[in-house]
């Protein structure tokens, strides 16, 4: 996919807005499994409806937003910055993000071989987890969050912030208390 059909710049602002604390829809809460039941939870940027593209699958969930839903995401991505974001994918298309998601799928696992290093051992530096509570990635894969936590993959966690009215794009739509969690982090290494 080298570049959606249609106004990009719509595509954009109503991705960015599904996936944010301002969608009043979004009430994101951990899967109980990987069963087709439960993927039916996610919004349809995850699983999209038969033979819709991601276009398409978005501008379906905007038509179940409120007239004003474009400018409450405004707030924290202004149009200014939304151009940057439109220039650039206009420029470079979306594969090479794409292939990220290809790698990490494909069948006979030969791109994830490199990460089969990494199986059962767990992070050992200090860290912590930041994110915006009203973001589904946080919440898919069963117990992942449980497991950072209760220190069965990290050695040193320190502590995990949910970020309330927050959802996939926290840098962005609470850049302070963002920094803050950071600052919490370095400051827990002194």
């Known amino acids: 996919m080298s570049l959606p059909p ?11 807005h599904l996936k944010s604390g301002s969608c009043a829809r979004n009430y994101p809460r951990p899967l109980k499994s990987w069963t087709a ?3 039916l939870q ?6 999209m409806p038969l033979e819709a593209t991601m276009p398409e699958a978005i ?4 038509k179940n937003e409120p007239e004003n ?12 910055d939304l151009d ?28 994830t071989r490199d990460f089969d290093t990494f199986a059962g051992k ?38 995990l912030r949910l970020i309330d009215g927050v959802g996939h794009w926290a840098p962005q739509e609470s850049p302070d208390e963002v920094a803050n969690a950071i600052l919490r982090l370095v400051r827990s290494l002194e």
Request: charged content about 20%; hydrophobic content about 40%; some cysteine.
């Open 6 to 16: 249609g106004p990009l710049h719509e595509f954009l602002r109503g991705y960015f």
């Open 59 to 62: 501008a379906l969930d905007m």
């Open 42 to 47: 996610l919004p349809f940027y995850y699983i």
């Open 84 to 111: 940057v974001y439109v220039a650039e994918y206009g420029r470079t298309g979306f594969q090479g993000g794409l292939n990220w998601y290809r790698v990490r799928t494909a069948a006979d696992g030969r791109f």
């Open 37 to 39: 039941d439960e993927l």
């Open 122 to 159: 767990k992070i050992e530096v200090p860290c912590a987890f930041v994110s915006g509570k009203m973001d589904w990635g946080i919440y898919q894969e069963p117990g992942a969050l449980e497991k950072m936590v209760n220190g069965e993959v990290c050695s040193d966690f320190r502590f």
């Open 69 to 80: 839903a474009q400018q409450l995401s405004q707030a924290w991505l202004p149009d200014s």
